[in-house]
Structures are given as C-alpha cells and as structure tokens.
C-alpha cells in the first residue's frame, strides 16, 4: 500500500483547473520535500514539480504546487489535452529511510 | 544530449539472478545520486534503491532489501541493480533516475525509458 494518499481520478473539461491532493505524514510531508511527477503513457515519468513549489524549467506555470504540514496540492490551470496523464506526488520518509509514492491520480480531460 | 538508458531486461525464472544497468550521459554523471523505480503492470510507481552520488550510501525498499544490490562505477558512467532471488512479484519496468541532492535522497529530476523485468516460470 502506497504511504501517500491521493485520489483516483480527477477530469475537467478544457481550460477548467484542477487540483490534486497528496496526503502524507510527519516523517514524510512534514519533514522533507515533496515533488511531483506527470506519467504520460508510453513515456518516462517527468519531473514538474520539487521543494514543494519549484518548477524545473520547461514546465509551464500553469502548474503549481503547494504544501501544508503534511498535506501538499498540485494545481493546474487552463487544462489541456495534452495534460491527460498520471500523476505522482513523492517525497523521502525519514522513518522508513525510503523514498515514498503515492497511489497516482489519474487526470482527465473531458 | 542528456539521458540515462536502462538495458539488462529479460524473462527469467523465479530464484533466477538479473543485472540491471543504467548508464548516463550528456552530464557529469558522479555528481548526481541514482534511483531505482519500477512499475509493475497496471500498477503505480514503487520505489526500490537509492545509492549516493559518491557510492557510500545506498537505501533500499523493504520489498527487496537483502535481495538486491545496487551499486555504481564511476569510469563508466553507470550504476547497477543486482537482483537476486527474484519472484514473481518483481515483475515490472525498471526506471533509473537521477537526483541532484547531495545532502541526501531528494527528488528525481530526470528519468531513463526503463527495461521490462518479467519473472515467470
């Protein structure tokens, strides 16, 4: 069972927002910084966000990311088609001296 | 150009040994430390090992500790996953990735394509 906690799904329709949520704990979240990965299919896993709100360049500002205690938020504006993906959040547990996943949250565009 | 590529994949049985490899280029490949994360079908990310940039630290999923090994060798630009007594649940594609901390475990800038890993008897 993945130690981050985020829902299945989330779809919008073009152009909408949407938010994905990422549920940790202290030893994880609240301790380290989280980072996010979108997983398109048939394509490696890609970095969009880390230290919690960081972007690497490339990645539009239409992503963002946020964290509070040890919850974090990945937001993303003006939805694309092209943002149809899977999405990761991950972080390093410090009690379990491993790095931590979550479930994935699959993202549709309606 | 910089990438990392994975090669090593094959089918193999259980109990049976395999040697990943994951090989970095278009960087300074001994300044970053390396993941290893795999993905079973229709499944999510599952994290397996960590080994520092400098080779002397490595950290390892419960699911495989005492079973697999990684390792790196700085003249050629590569870092290894020895797995031993694979089972079935060990199947997957295999992901390398590069982490620029060196303070220790931190985030996975950049990933390899991956190598398919299929234990089955």
């Known amino acids: 069972q993945p130690v981050l906690t985020q829902p299945p799904s989330v779809s919008a329709a073009p152009g909408q927002k949407v938010t994905l949520s990422c549920s940790g704990s202290?030893?994880?979240?609240?301790?380290?910084?989280l980072s996010w990965y979108q997983h398109l299919p048939g394509a490696a896993p890609k970095l969009i966000i880390f230290?919690?709100?960081e972007r690497p360049s490339g990645i539009p500002d239409r992503f963002s990311g946020s964290k509070s205690a040890t919850s974090a938020t990945l937001g993303i504006t003006g939805l694309q088609t092209g943002d149809e993906a899977d999405y990761y959040c991950g972080a390093w547990d410090s009690s379990l001296n491993a790095f931590v996943f979550g479930s994935g949250t699959k993202v549709t565009v309606l | 150009q910089v990438e990392l590529v994975e090669s090593g994949g094959d089918v193999v049985q259980p109990g049976r040994s395999l040697r990943l490899s994951c090989t970095g280029s278009?960087?300074?490949?001994?300044?970053?430390?390396i993941h290893w994360v795999r993905q079973a079908p229709g499944k999510g990310l599952e994290w397996v090992a960590f080994?520092?940039?400098?080779?002397?630290?490595?950290y390892y999923a419960d699911s495989v500790k005492g079973r697999f090994l990684i390792s790196r060798d700085k003249s050629k630009n590569t870092v290894y996953l020895q797995m031993n007594s694979l089972r079935p649940e060990d199947t997957g594609v295999y992901s390398c990735?590069?982490?620029?901390?060196?303070?220790?475990?931190?985030?996975?800038?950049?990933w390899g394509q991956g190598t398919l890993v299929t234990v089955s008897s």
């Open positions: 202290s030893s994880n979240i609240g301790r380290n910084a």
């Open positions: 230290d919690n709100t």
């Open positions: 278009g960087f300074t490949f001994s300044d970053f430390a």
């Open positions: 990735a590069r982490d620029p901390r060196f303070a220790g475990p931190g985030y996975l800038l950049q």
């Open positions: 080994i520092s940039y400098a080779g002397g630290i490595q």
